[in-house]
Every structure is written in C-alpha cells, then in structure tokens.
C-alpha cells in the first residue's frame, strides 16, 4: 500500500482545526512559555490521532455512499485503495497512541485530558453512526467539538478560560458549519445526489437566514468582546475594538465565498488556499500579538473613566 491512500484516510490537513487548542496559552500571554507551549502540543499531537482514528471510522461507516458522491468517491475506502481491514487497524492505532502519549507526558491533565479526548471520540462516534442524519443537532456537534479543542488547550496549560472565548469558539464554529452544509444543499440541487440523510431537512432560504443571523451575532459578540471593560483591563489596551475590522472582513469574505462562489464544502481547505482570509486571520493575529506581547502597559481604567 503506498503513502498517499494512507495520508488521505487519516487527512492530516484538517488537524489545522486543532490549531484552536493553542488559543487559551496565545491569550493568556504565555506563547512563549516553553513549558505550556509543550503541554499543548503534546495535547495537539494526541488529539489529531484521535481526529484521525475518527475520519477513518467515518470512511468505514459512510464507504458505500461516499461512492455515489462526486467528490467523497475518491475516498481510500470508498476507491478500494485502502480495505476495511486495514482502515479499522490504522483506526485502533491512531487512538491506542493518542492515549499512550497523554499517559506517557500529559503530567497532572493526564485524566482530564483523557477525559475530554474521549468524551470527543465517543461524541462523533454517535455522530458519524447516527446523529449526523439530525438536522440542526449535527451542527452543533460540531461546534461542540470545537469548544473542546479549547477547554483541552487550557486544561493542558493549567489556564482558566473566559466565557468569552468559550462563546466566540462555538458562534463561530457554528456559522463554519452552517456554510458547509448550505454547500451539501447546492449539491444536492445540482446534481440531484443526497450527500446526506439530513439535508433534505435544510434549504437554502433557511440556511441564508441562519447564517445571516449567526454572522451578525458572531461580529456583535465580538465588539461587545473588545468594549468590554474587564478585557480591555486584562490586555492592558483600549483599542481591542481595532481588531473587529478583521473579522468583519472575514466573515464578509467566507460569505462571499459560500453565496456567490458557492465553495464552503471544506472550511479547511478555504483557509489553507484564500489568500483574503488567510490575511485577515494573520492580520488579527499579529494584532493580539502586538497588544499582548510587546504594547507597553497602559492605564486602562483612567482611559474608560474619560470616555465614560
């Protein structure tokens, strides 16, 4: 078996999603803490197996309509490039060692992190088996599995996470997730193939308005983030709000991209190929970096007080 069936089944480019495990040690101003940075990406590293142990069982349960979609044919299992035997081998592996290296180095979150990892696993175990077929309840999922990237970086750093980032992570997650099923939709149409049970239970007018409403909370929660007075005090800056230009424009683009490109299948592969995105995801984030790591200290609350 060559390399390339293999790398395909365990799609190691959507561990980019796990990216979001190193957020709590980003915020909190410890990025350059050796010692946390190297909790997360042991944490990191154990929880892409898992995410990989998990694509192959999908592969495995979904191989016979994966055939008849144009796109998800070309699937190792779903091709006959890799058998079952083998994609349920690679799977058991994959989370046998995403174990192994939270007992070998995951110190004191050990368990914790074991616990979030499996409650993860089990949860899109019953996803991919049935509560994908469940419209609405499959998106939040999702979502949910998210917000767990989070709480897993900051239960491997030792940090205590806001409201705020836990409420941003699952918004966003949610309008990701929403895009990507409007595509399944636009599919379905097209080509009169059901990529999944569910969809016949979404259109696009309901997806439109839910999107519309989830990109208007989203930008709102997030200026209500930046003017809230305790996070300016705690990044030691009045001028977080700044950074709402960046996802704003965002937001606008992967609209942009979902509605008239008609291309939000794979959110993943969006973020690794535009060139706008990936430049209003860098741009706020060498913004955060600049506020947290180098701007000076300033005097937050007299500022406030002024503008009170």
């Given at each position: 078996m060559s390399s390339k069936p293999l790398f395909l089944l365990l799609r190691p480019e959507h561990w980019a999603k796990n990216l979001f495990i190193f957020l709590p040690v980003f915020f909190h101003g410890r990025l350059l803490d050796a010692s946390s940075l190297l909790s997360c990406m042991i944490a990191f590293i154990s929880f892409s197996l898992a995410a990989s142990s998990i694509y192959c069982f999908n592969d495995i349960f979904d191989a016979e309509t994966d055939r008849l979609h144009p796109q998800k044919c070309k699937r190792p299992i779903a091709s006959g490039a890799i058998s079952v035997k083998t994609a349920y081998t690679v799977m058991a592996l994959c989370f046998v060692l995403s174990m192994f290296l939270l007992i070998s180095f995951g110190g004191k979150a050990c368990?914790?992190?074991m616990s979030f990892i499996a409650f993860y696993y089990g949860m899109n175990i019953a996803y991919c088996i049935r509560l994908k077929h469940h419209a609405i309840i499959?998106?939040?999922i999702i979502s949910?599995?998210?917000v767990l990237r989070v709480l897993v970086g900051g239960t491997a750093a030792g940090i205590w996470l806001s409201e705020w980032i836990i409420l941003m992570t699952f918004l966003l997650s949610?309008?990701?997730a929403f895009a990507k099923r409007r595509d399944d939709v636009v599919l379905q149409q097209k080509s009169n193939v059901l990529p999944r049970k569910n969809i016949n239970r979404y259109n696009l007018e309901f997806i439109n308005q839910v999107m519309t409403i989830l990109a208007t909370v989203t930008i709102v929660a997030y200026i209500?983030?930046?003017l809230s007075p305790d996070v300016m005090e705690r990044f030691h800056c009045r001028y977080l709000y700044l950074t709402s230009i960046f996802v704003l424009a965002g937001i606008i683009r992967?609209?942009?991209i979902?509605?008239?490109d008609l291309n939000s299948g794979n959110p993943t592969k969006i973020f690794l190929r535009d060139r706008f995105i990936q430049a209003c995801v860098f741009a706020w984030l060498i913004s955060f970096l600049i506020i947290i790591y180098f701007l000076p200290v300033q005097n937050v609350s007299s500022s406030t007080d002024c503008l009170v």
């Open positions: 368990y914790a992190l499959d998106v939040i949910v599995g998210f949610l309008f990701l209500m983030y930046t992967y609209l942009q979902t509605i008239v």
